[in-house]
Structures are given as structure tokens and as C-alpha cells.
């Protein structure tokens, strides 16, 4: 991926399969990505999840929420917000 799209931040997770357009898939990669001129995307990883706590990870979530919202201070006030989680499919 990083070959293709140089500079471009990206992350990924292993999952247990996927759903693409022709429905369930094993052993496919699904992307997404998101225009840079309609998004301020802030991202942040929880590692080896299954050894944290529940207070822990909501640290760790709650660290990348306020960078985001720090970055997000350029934006219009009618800007809207959303999270995306990429989750290990057997965890």
C-alpha cells in the first residue's frame, strides 16, 4: 500500500474475512480512504488489546479524541465528527 499512495498515513488490522462487494471474501484487503480537502482525520493505535484494560484502552481513546479535537479547531463550527474502528475480527 505505502508503494502505491507515498507519504499517505495509512493503518490496517488482520481480520477473520471480509465483506466486499461480492459479499463474504477470505484473503482480499479492503480500503478506504478519505479526501484530504473534506477531512481531518486523526488516528491512534491500541496494541495487543486483549492485555489492557477497559480504562486503559478509554485512555488511549480518549488521548487520540483530544488531539483530534485540537486539529479540528480549523474547521467550520458546522463540521461534523465520526469514529472509525478497524477491530481484529476474532478478538
Known sequence: LAAH????????????????PSGYA?????????PQASFCVTSGVIGE???????E???????VKRE???RASVLPKSSQ???????????
Open 5 to 20: 499512495f507515498p507519504g499517505v498515513p495509512h493503518a490496517g488490522c488482520s481480520t477473520a474475512g471480509e465483506i466486499g
Open 26 to 34: 477470505e484473503n482480499t484487503i479492503v480500503f478506504i480512504a478519505f
Open 49 to 55: 488489546h486483549s492485555n489492557q484494560t477497559v480504562a
Open 57 to 63: 484502552i478509554s485512555k488511549s481513546v480518549e488521548t
Open 68 to 70: 483530534h479535537d485540537a
Open 81 to 91: 465528527t465520526f469514529a472509525l474502528s478497524i477491530i481484529d475480527g476474532l478478538s
